[in-house]
Nanobody, 123 residues
């Protein structure tokens, strides 16, 4: 099970830190990612990180503004959102693969999903 935290309302230009915590006694380090879905839009990839955190992927609109990191010992993943924009407003989902070690922006790579958390960026 994955649980997101850290969402909320921020102003444009502010920073926000989203966390994803995995529960359960066993945790196999595999690829993890963040996706988001704005009202009326399809779900889209935001960022992804490889099983040991060495490689990352960012959607074009997030490059240079967001960072992604993970701590496998703590079974957590973090999305640091900087210079937030109103278009970042969405429900953000944490996802984990059961098979893939490499980072991927494709939804099909991920099998375990969190319940989502709201992020609202006001202008």
């Amino acid at each position: 099970q994955l649980v997101e935290s850290g969402g909320g309302v921020v102003q444009a230009g502010d920073s926000l830190r989203l966390s994803c915590a995995a529960s359960g006694r066993s945790f196999t380090p595999l690829a993890m990612a963040w996706f988001r879905q704005a009202p009326g839009n399809e779900i889209e990839s935001v960022a992804a990180i490889s099983f040991m955190g060495a490689n990352t992927y960012f959607a074009d609109s997030e490059k240079g503004r967001f960072t992604i990191s993970r701590d496998n010992d703590k079974k957590t993943m973090v999305l640091q959102m900087n210079s937030a924009k109103p278009e970042d407003t969405a429900i953000y989902y944490c996802a984990k693969s059961r098979t893939t070690v490499n980072e991927s922006g494709s939804r099909r790579s991920y099998d375990i999903w969190g319940q989502g958390i709201q992020v609202t960026v006001s202008s």
